[in-house]
Nanobody
Framework: QVQLVESGGGLVQAGGSLRLSCAAS????????MGWFRQAPGKEREFVAA????????YYADSVKDRFTISRDNAKNTVYLQMNSLKPEDTAVYYC??????????????WGQGTQVIVSS
């Protein structure tokens, strides 16, 4: 079992930055790929970024590529999402998720409760 707790959300002006953190409990964190997803009001949840178990491979949605950076610290059981050059369309609840496998290609089976990000224009 893996429990995930996100933090770092808030209100920021367009062009600003935020760093989200996701703290994981459980001994299997370091063997799992991790991902960030988001859900805007009235929209379906969408993929944002993912990272494999080692941190060597990362994946991004086209909409956030070159602006967001996913990273992880397995010693701290934490995954991060650095968000730069934020746009109003990045406004959403951001969720951290743990994959069933070490590669992000598997299914995400554990989810956090989400953290709200609001980007004002």
């Amino acid at each position: 079992q893996v429990q995930l707790v996100e933090s770092g959300g808030g209100l920021v002006q367009a062009g600003g930055s935020l760093r989200l953190s996701c703290a994981a409990s459980g001994r299997t964190f370091s063997s799992r790929a991790m991902g960030w997803f988001r859900q805007a009001p009235g929209k379906e949840r969408e993929f944002v970024a993912a990272i494999d178990w080692s941190g060597d491979s990362t994946y991004y949605a086209d909409s956030v590529k070159d602006r967001f950076t996913i990273s992880r610290d397995n010693a701290k059981n934490t995954v991060y999402l650095q968000m730069n050059s934020l746009k109003p369309e990045d406004t959403a609840v951001y969720y951290c998720a743990a994959n069933q496998h070490s590669s992000p290609l598997g299914k995400y089976i554990y989810w956090g409760q989400g953290t709200q990000v609001i980007v004002s224009s």
